[in-house]
């Protein structure tokens, strides 16, 4: 391996310090490394004595290439080679095994026949089975002599530090690995072996540490005093900066490369980077907080995404839990219990954590509570669970053992503050295999926490508003509809999903002197308690107007009128009168979709000849006209949330409303359920409503004269 081979001083990711100095990125190569100055070879002798392993170092040194010597006798590397033996090579095997780590000078030949002073460093590796490998890093004695100083140092590094040795085949699995990297790692060796490195090593790099091994794998340069930070599976709970240094291996003949490494840990040393690395972290976890929570107008969805967001990177475990104030103005007396509603929890760790977190919907704490003392500050408190902390904080003693027993041994709390108001709180735990909460930990919950606040602060003034909405509608749309032996009447009012608002769809069948009955749909454009109110106007009036018996073209003028006075922009109405004497129907429309007539043969008529203008618009007279309906003929009356949606027009709309009444038969509420399940999306995106009604004739007999 030459000087330049052995990885140079470019930095991988570089960054500025301050005073112009360059800082590191995420790993950086240290200066004055020593395979910087002096060429080493890197080789291994597996049980029988023969060269396994051999690194590009090793084919300067000796002059072999890998096909000429790998699987020979390692005596081939020494003057005293004698029918495939030599005293030197089993010595030094010898040592490396029994010592665990070996150093000395022998003599050497060159493949030239060149014989040279050398000097070695052997030590053991395990790899699967119980096959061993010793592995020899060789330099010339005179190269060796003018580093003298950084191999004292080299030495005194293999003598007192945990110096680990690793080789991976080409797809970055342990192949080989010493004790110091098992300690290293927190895994025994055994965990190790057979499995890729990403499955121990944990980076936040974006995946910069594995395409560097891959490119060393590939026989690219190798890397030298590399820093690197990560956690293992083994330590999850311990950032660690390790300075790492790999090169390419080539291994038996006809088997592909791999990579041989030593990695030391610094951690000590790059707090700063850790520090650094924890900080990135920490912003992280606030962009995903930022992308996920808030996401829906519903509280619980809110909590819960919080709750996601925390758990597992933050936390083991996340409960959010609302206040129940009696009244907004209430103030918070810490002499007093507080009571909440939780509604959303998490956890990663084994019950009885998952029933501690969840299995309870309505939560008292006692006065002088952690939670008590965190709504008086209304900042956030991390404490430890030991016997004090469930004492001052469990009332009842079956939660109490819960806690105790769920592995938690560390909780942050913090409030969830929006407008100046307490929502509620955010409760974060870890076990004891994680460290305490921090002083940025707790920085951190609290901008989880005012992020999350103001979300759910939001879904619950858009919930009351909601609610408001909804009763106001349902106060307003008629609560029992006019009912005549003449026609037999299915109706259906389907709000929209809980994303949309409120609309203003309604409806109405009235009843008038001599057996008539009005038939009226109407939809007020917007949505909210704007709409509802409108909506509630508008029924009223039409229901008043249709007691003085109005034609319709001159009821929907009045009705217009009353529009424009109470600055209602745009709204449809259609309105039919019906007279079971004669048969007959008068009808007009302000803009509406136009009615449907079923037909007793399945044929299905439009009357699409009394479109009118919107009410609210004015300036234009609105028609009748009067149509007759057979014995037993259906009307379908509906707003346009029934044929309009995103994925097709109001055209394609009504020609799949045709084909549904088309095919109807016997009952009204059955044809009226299988309209809307057919038609309409779940969940529906905007209020729906339908009204069918079969019309029948007064007979003959039963006719009285006419007033």
Avoid at 162 to 180: E, K, S, T, W
Wanted: net charge negative; glycine share 10%; aromatic share 6%.
């Amino acid at each position: 391996m030459n000087r330049r081979a052995a990885g140079g001083r470019g930095r991988l990711v570089p960054s500025d310090r301050p005073g112009g100095e360059k800082a590191h990125g995420p790993f950086w190569s240290e200066p004055g490394a020593l395979l910087e100055h002096v060429p080493v070879a890197v080789f291994g002798i597996d049980d029988d004595n023969l060269v396994c392993y051999w690194g590009p170092g090793a084919r300067d040194l000796f002059g072999y290439d890998s096909a000429a010597v790998l699987s020979k006798p390692g005596a081939v590397l020494f003057p005293d080679a004698s029918q495939g033996a030599s005293d030197s090579c089993t010595l030094l095997v010898e040592r490396g095994r029994t010592l665990g780590y070996w150093r000395g000078r022998l003599a050497a030949r060159h493949r030239d026949g060149t014989v040279f002073d050398c000097g070695f460093r052997v030590f053991p590796m395990t790899g699967a089975g119980e096959s061993s490998v010793v592995m020899g890093l060789a330099s010339r004695s005179d190269e060796l002599d003018r580093v003298k100083t950084n191999l004292a140092f080299l030495d005194a590094l293999f003598e007192t530090c945990p110096i680990g040795l690793v080789m991976l085949d080409q797809d970055l699995r342990y192949v080989h690995l010493n004790q110091a990297l098992a300690d290293m790692d927190g895994l025994p060796i055994e965990e190790h072996l057979g499995r890729p490195v990403d499955e121990i090593m944990i980076t936040s790099d974006g995946g910069e540490y594995q395409r560097m091994l891959r490119s060393v794998a590939a026989g690219g340069l190798p890397v030298v005093g590399t820093l690197v930070g990560m956690r293992t599976r083994g330590r999850r709970d311990r950032d660690q900066v390790r300075s790492v240094s790999f090169f390419p291996l080539s291994q038996a003949v006809g088997t592909p490369p791999g990579v041989g490494g030593l990695l030391v840990d610094v951690t000590d040393r790059e707090q700063a980077m850790l520090e650094a690395t924890a900080g990135r972290q920490r912003l992280a976890l606030l962009d995903r907080a930022a992308a996920r929570i808030g996401t829906t107008l519903d509280m619980n969805l809110t909590a819960q995404e919080l709750v996601e967001t925390a758990v597992p990177d933050f936390s083991d475990g996340a409960v959010v839990e609302v206040v129940e104030w009696m009244d907004e103005a209430e103030v918070f007396d810490p002499a007093l219990p507080l009571f909440t509603r939780r509604i959303a929890s998490g956890t990663i760790l084994p019950p009885p954590a998952t029933e501690l977190v969840s299995g309870v919907e309505t939560v008292s704490y006692p006065p002088g509570s952690v939670i008590h003392d965190m709504l008086r500050t209304g900042r956030p408190i991390s404490a430890v669970v030991d016997e004090d902390f469930v004492a001052r904080t469990v009332i009842i003693e079956a939660r109490a053992r819960l806690l105790a027993d769920s592995g938690l041994a560390f909780i942050l709390v913090a409030p969830l503050i929006a407008r100046g108001t307490v929502q509620g709180l955010a409760m974060f735990g870890r076990s004891a295999a994680r460290p305490a909460f921090t002083e940025e930990d707790l920085s951190l919950a609290s901008e989880l926490a005012s992020r999350a606040a103001l979300c759910l602060d939001n879904a619950r003034l858009y919930s009351r508003v909601q609610d408001i909405a909804l009763t106001l509608q349902r106060a307003l749309l008629p609560s029992a509809l006019a009912t005549s032996p003449y026609v037999e009447i299915a109706h259906r009012y389907v709000p929209g999903s809980h994303i949309t608002e409120v609309g203003g769809d309604w409806y109405d069948v009235i009843g008038l002197p001599g057996d008539r009955v009005v038939l009226v749909v109407g939809d007020v454009m917007g949505h909210g308690v704007p709409a509802a109110a409108s909506m509630g106007r508008l029924r009223i009036t039409a229901k008043a107007l249709a007691r003085h018996d109005h034609e319709p073209g001159h009821l929907l003028a009045e009705l217009d009128a009353c529009a424009q006075e109470a600055g209602i922009e745009l709204a449809t109405c259609l309105y039919i009168v019906y007279d079971p004497t004669t048969g007959r129907a008068r009808i007009a429309s302000a803009g509406h979709p136009p009615p449907l007539v079923l037909h007793r043969d399945g044929s299905v008529e439009t009357i699409d000849d009394v479109l009118g203008v919107p009410l609210g618009v004015g300036g234009s007279p609105f028609g009748t006209t009067e149509i007759e309906l057979p014995e037993n003929a259906t009307l379908a009356l509906y707003t346009d949330g029934l044929i309009e949606a995103r994925s097709r027009d109001i055209e394609a709309g009504l020609d799949a409303l045709r084909d549904e009444l088309g095919r109807a038969s016997g009952p009204l509420e059955a044809t009226a359920d299988r309209i809307l399940t057919s038609l309409l999306p779940d969940p529906p995106t905007d209020d729906t409503v339908l009204v069918l009604a079969r019309v029948h004739r007064v007979p003959q007999g039963d006719r009285a004269p006419r007033q």
